[in-house]
């Protein structure tokens, strides 16, 4: 069995919570618009009518088609066994997986503040006054909550000795804001050892490091969620 | 069983979303700020530890505490009889509420694009600019996206007779949507008749009718999610 997994080629945006998800987990997929090209995953979408994606990343399987990052490598880790060790710690990988969810679209609108469809440089005023709140009161805020719940066992990881699909997502979260804010981040990382931690023992998986070490581990750009702006950086 | 929700008193804010699903269902729940007061909900927040709510709402089931609304009324759907008819049908339903949350956040976003840390007066410049793109661009898009799964089936709920949670969410986003962009929303309701036809469907459920003419039903402000700002409307 292998999935399609439908997601813009320029960048690895939200696709790439999904993919570092599921090479991890060893899991085999088809990376259908970088194989087909952006076209087909145009005409894919096109073709879908009813209940069906909003926008990409996309993962499909037979007849299912499910969108949305939080909910795709929720469904992977229940079919995959990388999701929680009982029904209620289920219910709270969730919870902490919708919680990066909301950070990465933070730090999506950080640059984009005022409308997707318009360019950087058109609302660049606006992009450093969010930067800055960004930076100094949003990050530490998220940072200590996923801190406390890397807390709550004893590590490396959110469950434990056990990897989850939020650890995953923590990974390419970490990677991500030290892209795009690399002053920021090397001033507070200190502050949040066990995230590092977490982050750290993800990069050692053999999925994940044979996955990182591939030209299919793409370098993140200004054209994905995650971009580095040097004027909306500080330490 | 009764549930303790948790969620701040000046506003119906996302908290709204959770209580409209429970009372459509007829769910028992205490409403603990509007009950006890804020400081009960600050001081019970605070004393969460580990893996915890990054903000209210949350709901608590004994030992079980979940945040995130589309997580929420999931949650309650699969317990209390009103998620899919399937498994497939399941994942689905989560996909469509998640992309409700992103419409909310959007709604949200519109007033508050710089900072919530920030007074509205000091983001208003670019709140028109956001609440053009919002209404012309964000909202026909949603819309259209609704609509299309509301086609689904034969109505009026997105799984037909039988109502879910994703309709319980487009019942109160209509109505949230209504409240901040009245112009807007007059100009182009016409051309989404299954999303109104939803709405009101919803409407006339006994337990959410009841719920509407209570005193429960807290009146929509300019302190919550959905806020109308007459300079931020337009047809």
Redesign the interface.
């Known amino acids: 069995m292998a999935y399609d997994l439908w997601y813009w080629t320029g960048a690895p945006g939200r696709g790439e919570f999904v993919r570092v998800a599921m090479e991890a987990a060893g899991i085999s997929y088809r990376d259908r618009a970088r194989e087909d090209g952006v076209d087909a995953l145009v005409d894919d979408m096109e073709a879908r009518?009813?209940?069906?994606?909003?926008a990409p990343p996309y993962l499909v399987d037979g007849?299912?088609c499910?969108?949305?990052v939080?909910?795709i490598v929720t469904?992977l880790a229940d079919r995959h066994g990388f999701g929680g060790k009982d029904a209620?710690s289920n219910?709270?990988l969730?919870?902490?997986q919708?919680?990066v969810t909301?950070i990465t679209?933070e730090a999506h609108?950080v640059h984009h503040?005022?409308?997707d469809?318009?360019y950087y440089d058109d609302?660049k005023d606006?992009a450093k006054?969010?930067a800055e709140?960004f930076r100094e009161?949003r990050m530490p805020k998220?940072f200590r909550?996923f801190e406390?719940?890397l807390?709550?066992n004893d590590g490396p990881f959110?469950l434990g000795e056990k990897w989850s699909h939020v650890d995953t997502s923590l990974f390419q979260l970490v990677e991500g804001l030290r892209y795009a804010f690399p002053q920021r981040m090397a001033a507070i990382e200190g502050d949040y050892p066990k995230l590092i931690a977490c982050r750290d023992a993800m990069a050692q998986l053999d999925g994940l490091k044979a996955y990182l070490a591939s030209d299919r581990r793409m370098a993140f750009n200004e054209d994905g969620i995650f971009r580095h702006y040097p004027e909306l950086d500080a330490a």
């Open positions: 009518t009813g209940i069906r994606p909003f007849d299912i499910i969108a949305q939080a909910h469904w209620r219910l709270e969730i919870m902490l919708l919680t909301d679209a609108d503040p005022i409308a469809a318009l609302q606006a006054r969010v709140d009161k998220f909550y406390d719940a807390s709550a959110v």
